[in-house]
């Protein structure tokens, strides 16, 4: 009998920890800013992994100085993929981060990060920072982990995405 009631007691405590330590590390969900200002950024779940997409795209459109790389006023394409398929899909709506894993201590490890701006694909981790409202974001070199950059991106606040300028993927198109 009190083999049951202690094996009752350490499945609730594994229970509990495991329910802990995912609500710790759901904490970094939501919609933040890059330095840039010009994309909100979604990180949400993707089974049991954090990945991240562009949920809007201030002045989604290439402009006349830019007809080299697409029409102008289409709205902005993956054009600098190593991969020619892919080089007509757009920005909005793109997953770039994926297969992150919570690690503890607010450090999410272990996956790739996309950069549309350069076409590559770089390791990385990101640190979720003052209870989510900040998240560090670094990118390496997959082979020479310590040349990387560290990006700082702010929780979404006081941005009205309702300004014709942002094209999101949550708004109803016109």
Request: with cysteine.
């Amino acid at each position: 009998m009190n083999q049951k009631l202690v094996l009752s007691v350490w499945t609730a405590i594994l229970f509990a920890g495991t329910s802990l330590l995912a609500q710790e590390a759901d904490v970094a969900l939501g919609r933040y800013l890059p330095p840039e200002k010009d994309s909100v950024i979604e990180i949400f779940k993707c089974g049991d992994k954090y990945c991240g997409k562009t949920v809007c795209i201030k002045d989604n459109a290439y402009p006349e100085k830019e007809k080299d790389k697409g029409v102008p006023g289409t709205p902005y394409l993956d054009h600098n993929n190593e991969d020619p398929k892919l080089r007509n899909r757009p920005n909005l709506g793109m997953v770039f981060i994926t297969g992150f894993d919570y690690v503890g201590e607010g450090v999410y490890k272990n996956g790739k990060i996309y950069n549309p701006r350069d076409g590559k694909t770089y390791c990385g981790k990101f640190t979720s920072l003052e209870g989510g409202n900040r998240l560090d974001l670094k990118g390496t070199l997959c082979s020479i982990t310590f040349i990387g950059k560290t990006n700082n991106w702010v929780k979404l606040s006081g941005i009205n995405l309702d300004d014709p300028r942002w094209d999101c993927t949550f708004k109803a198109k016109k």
